[in-house]
C-alpha cells in the first residue's frame, strides 16, 4: 500500500505525460527515484544487504521501510491536492521519493546513503527540468522594454507574469498560461512575461520578491492603461503573499478574463470600422 498511491497518480496521468516524460531529466529522475527498491529487489544485490525482517528475507521491505514509504506517501498525498498541473503532481512523486530514497539508504548503510546524496545534489545542480516550448502569444519583456511596451496604447489591457526559470512553481504554470494567451490574446487584451530573476530592476519597480520564502513566484498582474489594477497573489501589509491557486478557472474568474476579452473585440470591431470609413 506504501507505493500504491503514488503508482496510481502516476497511471492516472500517464496518458498526458508521456511525451515529455521520455526527456533525460525526466527519465533520471524516475530512476533515481525507485533507487533503493532496485537494490533491495535486484537478485545478486539483495541478499548481500542487511535486514531487520523476522523472517531474515533481505530481498523484501522490513517494517520500518514500510512506514517510512507509508508516511512518504502520505505527504505526497496531501501535496498533490494543491498541485494544478501534471508537471506538479509527477514532480512531487519524484521529490518525495528523493528524500525516502535518501532515508533509507542512510538507515541501510551510511556509504550508500552519502553516495545517494551526492548523486542527487549534483543531478540538482546540473539538470534543470524542461522549459516549456509549446505555441503561445506572449510578449517576452527586457527591463527596457516592459514600461514602453505597457504605455504604448492606453486602450490595450496587459496579463504579464512575473516569473523566474529557477522556480518550479514558475515551470508549472508556463503550459496554464499559455493556454490562456490562445484563447484570449486579441489587439486589445495581451500577454506578456518578464524574468524578473534576470531582471532585478524590474522585481524592485513592480514590487515582487524573487525570494523563495515569499511565495510571490509566479505573479500576475493586471495593467490597464499603464497602471496596475489588480494582482495575484496578493501581498498582504506584512509583505507576505496570500496563499492563492494559479488554476486556470481561478485567473479567468478572478481576472475577468471573459468580460475583457468581449470588451477587446469591440475595440477591435470599432477600430476595423474606422479603417474602413477613412478608405
Known amino acids: ?13 500517464l496518458p498526458q505525460v508521456y511525451k515529455w516524460l521520455l526527456k533525460p531529466y525526466y527519465v533520471a529522475s524516475l530512476f533515481m527515484s525507485i533507487g533503493f ?10 541478499e548481500h544487504l542487511s535486514t531487520q525482517r523476522e523472517d531474515g528475507n533481505p530481498c523484501d521491505f522490513d517494517w520500518r521501510e514500510v512506514e517510512i ?3 512518504l506517501s502520505a505527504i505526497v498525498m496531501m501535496k498533490n491536492r494543491r ?11 519524484i521529490l518525495f521519493s528523493k528524500v525516502a530514497n535518501v532515508i533509507l539508504f542512510f538507515r541501510l548503510d551510511i556509504r550508500m546513503g552519502l553516495l545517494y546524496l551526492t548523486l542527487c545534489i549534483v543531478f540538482l545542480m546540473t539538470c534543470k527540468p524542461p522549459l516549456y516550448m509549446g505555441p ?6 527586457s527591463d527596457k522594454t516592459i514600461d514602453d511596451e505597457l504605455e504604448r496604447d492606453n486602450r490595450v489591457t496587459w496579463i504579464v507574469e512575473f516569473f523566474a526559470n529557477w522556480s518550479p512553481e514558475c515551470q508549472s504554470f508556463a503550459a496554464v498560461y499559455a493556454d490562456l494567451s490562445l484563447k484570449y490574446n486579441c489587439a486589445g487584451l495581451k500577454f506578456g512575461k518578464v524574468d524578473i530573476g534576470r531582471y532585478g530592476d524590474v522585481s524592485k519597480k513592480y514590487k515582487v520578491s524573487t525570494s523563495p520564502l515569499s511565495k510571490q513566484l509566479p505573479s500576475l498582474v493586471l495593467f490597464q492603461g ?9 501581498v498582504d501589509k506584512k509583505c507576505r503573499a496570500v496563499s492563492w491557486s494559479f488554476t486556470e478557472e481561478n485567473i479567468i474568474r478572478e481576472f475577468n478574463l471573459n468580460e475583457l476579452y468581449q470588451k477587446s473585440k469591440k475595440l477591435n ?6 479603417v474602413f470609413h477613412s478608405i
Open 37 to 46: 527498491l532496485m537494490i533491495r529487489k535486484t537478485p545478486g544485490i539483495c
Open 83 to 93: 498541485a494544478i498541473t501534471v508537471e506538479q503532481h509527477v514532480g512531487n512523486i
Open 269 to 274: 470591431k470599432s477600430k476595423g470600422d474606422r
Open 69 to 71: 514509504l507509508m508516511f
Open 226 to 234: 499603464g497602471k496596475e489594477v489588480m494582482r495575484r497573489p496578493q
Open 136 to 141: 503561445e502569444y506572449i510578449k517576452y519583456f
Open 1 to 13: 500500500m506504501a507505493l500504491l498511491t503514488p503508482l496510481l497518480a502516476f497511471l492516472y496521468h
